[in-house]
């Protein structure tokens, strides 16, 4: 049985393929809202990432007609479907779907199958969640499935400050590898700061001239510089590219490893970069974000091949919108009980000041959200009236209103919300509420 997280719009804005070929082949439209099926759940995409391979699909003419392109995403789980026991509502996830059997993640919403996503990690903002599942998922296939590498061994990694090279020089120097990296000048610093040990700039040096006996070359370049790299590699060595393949007998006469592609596999995948990621030691670079609505310069920006990390689509297309959740939240909260509403309006370190009849109090919101927790609806919830106000925004800072008419209480709810790491959260609620008369 489908078990659903509050009230769900009947629609969705998307951007959908209306024909082959480049960016102009999107347009955003309002579509229905995907239905859930068993053993998978209803997410709320926050936002989602381009990945190249998402405008090739297009332009090769792979997707469907108005299929919704895009497939990593971070987002809520607003609805479970039948069977599942390891999300419930309010969780909040991340990971990428496969866009030409599924709907694609540039939605404000998406059905994603239990084995596509993860928890979202708790280091990232959602928006650095809908940017690492592709490249890092990538970055394990071939740097670790696929290459192996050990401590120790020297790797060459070409297109180092893009998605997945930029996972891979990390990933290389968490197992302990030395990382030689190529990218034009611009991008050396940023490079180096993800723990390349040396930088050459491809623009103006050959990287045959710097680079020798490697014993892995990871490349996320492909053509040329893919056929040069045999050269760099030593007798026994390992190629492995995330984009082209050598032929075997190239790599046979050259004495070097060029290992199959190891299977995609998001669990594994995943899985494998968890413990980095909260170790502090997989960091995600956003090269640049944009609305949903500008979907095609998103794309564009990504075919020109000079992004410096990922580009990101945020989902909430204003801040209004994204300080308006937290505060629908806590009504979701109040209607239904359930802790996971609270505990995505509230900060982990929010507090509560007020007067209810006279008596003033203050307490942490953590105490507010055991007690208010009920797991259930209101018995007299058809009688209760809860609406939004008011909503300020001044930089980080909002500020908004809630009135609550109920039977046994009507209040004004004063809060005060933080924009951190790119979320918003209720951090202060003042109160005045009152028990009403007989009515």
Same mark, same amino acid.
């Given at each position: 049985?489908?078990? *659903?997280?509050?009230?769900?719009?009947?629609?969705?804005?998307?951007?959908?393929?209306?024909?082959?070929?480049?960016?102009?082949?999107?347009?955003? $439209?309002?579509?229905?809202?995907?239905?859930?099926?068993?053993?998978?759940?209803?997410?709320?995409?926050?936002?989602?990432?381009?990945?190249?391979?998402?405008?090739?699909?297009?332009?090769?003419?792979?997707?469907?007609?108005?299929?919704?392109?895009? +497939?990593?995403?971070? +987002?809520?789980? @607003?609805?479970?479907?039948? +069977?599942?026991?390891?999300?419930?509502?309010?969780?909040?996830?991340?990971?990428?779907?496969?866009?030409?059997? *599924?709907?694609?993640?540039?939605?404000?919403?998406?059905?994603?199958?239990?084995?596509?996503?993860?928890?979202?990690?708790?280091?990232?903002?959602?928006?650095?969640?809908?940017?690492?599942?592709?490249?890092?998922?990538?970055?394990?296939?071939?740097?670790?499935?696929?290459?192996?590498?050990?401590?120790?061994?020297?790797?060459?990694?070409? +297109?180092?400050?893009?998605?997945?090279?930029?996972?891979?020089?990390?990933?290389?120097?968490?197992? &302990?590898?030395?990382?030689?990296?190529?990218?034009?000048?611009?991008?050396?610093?940023? @490079?180096?700061?993800?723990?390349?040990?040396?930088?050459?700039?491809?623009?103006?040096?050959?990287?045959?001239?710097?680079?020798?006996?490697?014993?892995?070359?990871?490349?996320?370049?492909?053509?040329?510089?893919?056929?040069?790299?045999?050269?760099?590699?030593?007798?026994?060595?390992?190629?492995?590219?995330?984009?082209?393949?050598?032929?075997?007998?190239?790599?046979?006469?050259?004495?070097?490893?060029?290992?199959?592609?190891?299977?995609? $596999?998001?669990?594994?995948?995943?899985?494998?970069?968890?413990?980095?990621?909260?170790?502090?030691?997989?960091? @995600?670079?956003?090269?640049?974000?944009?609305?949903?609505?500008?979907?095609?310069?998103?794309?564009?920006?990504?075919?020109?091949?000079?992004?410096?990390?990922?580009?990101?689509?945020?989902?909430?297309?204003?801040?209004?919108?994204?300080?308006?959740?937290?505060?629908?939240?806590?009504?979701?909260?109040?209607?239904?009980?359930?802790?996971?509403?609270?505990?995505?309006?509230?900060?982990?370190?929010?507090?509560?000041?007020?007067?209810?009849?006279?008596?003033?109090?203050?307490?942490?919101?953590?105490?507010?959200?055991?007690?208010?927790?009920?797991?259930?609806?209101?018995?007299?919830?058809?009688?209760?009236?809860?609406?939004?106000?008011?909503?300020?925004?001044? &930089?980080? @800072?909002?500020?908004?209103?809630?009135?609550?008419?109920?039977?046994?209480?009507?209040?004004?709810?004063?809060?005060?919300?933080?924009?951190?790491?790119?979320?918003?959260?209720?951090?202060?609620?003042?109160?005045?509420?009152?028990?009403?008369?007989?009515?």
């Amino acid at each position: 049985m489908t078990q *659903t997280c509050g009230a769900l719009p009947s629609v969705m804005r998307a951007a959908r393929v209306h024909g082959e070929g480049n960016t102009r082949v999107l347009r955003v $439209d309002t579509v229905a809202l995907p239905r859930v099926t068993p053993n998978t759940v209803l997410v709320r995409v926050h936002a989602a990432s381009v990945n190249p391979v998402d405008w090739k699909l297009q332009d090769e003419g792979d997707l469907k007609p108005l299929a919704i392109p895009g +497939g990593d995403f971070a +987002g809520e789980v @607003v609805a479970v479907g039948a +069977g599942v026991t390891r999300y419930r509502c309010g969780d909040r996830v991340a990971g990428t779907v496969d866009q030409m059997e *599924t709907g694609g993640s540039y939605a404000e919403y998406l059905v994603a199958p239990l084995d596509a996503m993860v928890k979202k990690p708790a280091r990232y903002s959602m928006q650095e969640a809908s940017a690492y599942p592709t490249v890092a998922i990538a970055a394990w296939r071939f740097l670790i499935a696929g290459a192996d590498v050990q401590r120790g061994e020297r790797v060459l990694v070409h +297109g180092a400050s893009g998605g997945v090279g930029s996972m891979v020089v990390q990933i290389a120097t968490a197992r &302990g590898a030395t990382v030689i990296g190529t990218a034009s000048a611009r991008n050396h610093d940023f @490079v180096r700061a993800l723990g390349a040990a040396q930088m050459i700039d491809y623009t103006t040096t050959r990287f045959e001239d710097v680079a020798r006996n490697m014993d892995v070359v990871v490349d996320a370049v492909g053509g040329e510089t893919l056929t040069r790299s045999v050269a760099v590699v030593r007798r026994g060595g390992r190629l492995v590219s995330s984009a082209g393949s050598v032929p075997a007998e190239t790599c046979r006469a050259a004495g070097i490893l060029c290992p199959s592609r190891a299977p995609w $596999d998001v669990p594994r995948g995943l899985a494998y970069v968890a413990p980095l990621i909260e170790a502090g030691q997989l960091q @995600v670079h956003i090269d640049s974000v944009y609305t949903l609505d500008q979907i095609m310069a998103a794309q564009q920006h990504s075919r020109s091949g000079r992004t410096r990390g990922k580009v990101v689509v945020d989902m909430r297309a204003s801040e209004t919108a994204g300080a308006l959740e937290p505060l629908q939240a806590y009504l979701d909260g109040h209607a239904t009980g359930q802790e996971a509403h609270f505990r995505r309006a509230f900060a982990s370190d929010a507090m509560l000041v007020g007067i209810k009849d006279g008596q003033y109090r203050q307490w942490p919101a953590s105490e507010y959200i055991r007690v208010s927790s009920s797991g259930r609806a209101p018995a007299d919830e058809a009688q209760r009236r809860r609406r939004i106000e008011s909503l300020t925004i001044n &930089g980080q @800072v909002a500020t908004g209103v809630i009135a609550l008419d109920y039977p046994d209480m009507i209040a004004r709810d004063h809060m005060t919300l933080l924009k951190r790491d790119g979320e918003w959260r209720i951090v202060v609620k003042g109160y005045d509420a009152s028990t009403p008369v007989a009515r």
